[in-house]
């Protein structure tokens, strides 16, 4: 892989750790600006939904730019939200910077996996989204966490500074590492994309990334509140806990990398049927304190290793589509982190308790697999050659 597709991982990993970091935070924010913890929750979905907007809407935007200028001035826009995040005393204004913030992380994914998958070669998509997507995971691993322990110790603010300040020599290193545009360089066709991206087959690809993410963020939203009140540990473990969900999910990404190119297969169907397995034992068992440790571990690595792969497939299935199809797929993950925290704060708002978004995570990856075995899903191409992605 080319140096320059591990400098957009710093970036990734910096805007990663800002959508996730609120897991560990929500009960210190919503004490701090007096809103219910569901309420707080909503930063999270807002977050994901300012992605969903932005990733399509920035990547038609700035289809014509230089991806260097575009890649720089969506990260300028990401570091400006968080400065105004850690001063601001309203929620308010709180919520308007988590879109901002999303608007311009979700143009820097959809330009940063377009720019990744064009350096990387048409027959390793899914090695170059599993970098990118990489630095998300390593955010759960070591800027989740970390952005708890600062929030423990100095205040919720001190996180948000923390994100820009990490994502400044990212910048830098983007200004001097990625290449220019070539002058004469054929722009773009946004209508021929666009009609690219209609085919059956990849929407329902990218409805199965939406349900396996869907369910994947409505438990981790909810997973301090939920280890603290049901599991029984205490906030101090709370860093631990984000740490084992990061290295799970660094190591179904991970995994993702090594056969989403040759072999999806082997990653979706036994995965997809244990990630529901896990998610079903543990809202079982949740108020037994080692158990939920380790499933937290075990379903951060099944949900990005499925989730993973389903975008693989969908940088394949949009392969006429090179400029726009990262942006399909970050839209595809962004309905789900914007569904799930909803469903997971409705059913605590419900008076379901902390462990209802455990079978609602549940019930969402049961629907994905019900999903995927339509005729739709389930169909290949008969001129697709034995081990290789399904093409559109």
Request: charged letters at 10%; glycine letters at 12%.
């Amino acid at each position: 892989m080319p140096i320059v597709i591990y400098i957009l991982g710093l970036a990734v990993f910096a805007q990663g750790t800002s959508e996730f970091m609120l897991a560990g935070l929500i009960p210190d924010i919503a004490a701090d600006l007096r809103v219910s913890v569901p309420a707080a929750g909503t930063l999270t979905s807002t977050f994901a939904a300012g992605m969903i907007i932005g990733a399509p809407l920035m990547a038609v935007l700035s289809l014509r730019w230089p991806r260097r200028r575009a890649l720089l001035v969506f990260l300028t826009a990401f570091i400006a939200a968080h400065v105004v995040g850690a001063v601001t005393g309203s929620f308010g204004v709180l919520l308007a910077t988590r879109v901002v913030g999303a608007v311009a992380n979700a143009g820097f994914l959809a330009v940063g996996l377009a720019t990744a998958v064009g350096l990387a070669g048409p027959h390793a998509k899914g090695r170059a989204a599993s970098v990118l997507l990489g630095g998300v995971t390593l955010a759960c691993v070591a800027g989740v966490p970390a952005g708890a322990v600062l929030g423990n110790l100095w205040g919720w603010r001190t996180a948000f500074w923390a994100v820009a300040a990490v994502s400044v020599p990212a910048a830098v290193a983007i200004l001097r590492s990625v290449p220019p545009t070539p002058q004469g360089a054929p722009l773009p066709d946004a209508r021929r994309e666009l009609r690219a991206l209609r085919r059956p087959r990849l929407a329902v690809t990218l409805a199965l990334a939406a349900l396996v993410n869907g369910a994947t963020f409505c438990t981790f939203t909810y997973l301090a509140p939920l280890v603290t009140e049901v599991s029984g540990y205490g906030r101090a473990w709370v860093p631990a806990l984000l740490a084992a969900f990061g290295l799970g999910s660094f190591a179904g990404v991970t995994i993702a990398g090594r056969l989403s190119d040759t072999r999806p297969m082997r990653v979706l169907v036994p995965g997809g049927l244990a990630l529901l397995a896990g998610w079903l034992l543990f809202a079982a068992t949740a108020a037994i304190a080692p158990v939920a440790f380790l499933l937290v571990l075990v379903q951060g690595t099944l949900s990005f290793a499925v989730g993973a792969t389903l975008i693989t497939q969908v940088l394949y299935r949009a392969a006429d589509a090179p400029s726009l199809g990262g942006s399909f797929a970050t839209a595809a993950l962004n309905v789900g982190a914007t569904a799930g925290p909803l469903l997971g704060g409705a059913a605590i708002g419900a008076g379901l308790g902390y462990r209802s978004p455990l079978w609602v995570s549940a019930l969402l990856v049961a629907l994905a697999l019900a999903v995927g075995l339509t005729p739709a899903a389930r169909s290949r191409s008969r001129t697709s050659p034995p081990g290789q992605p399904i093409p559109s």
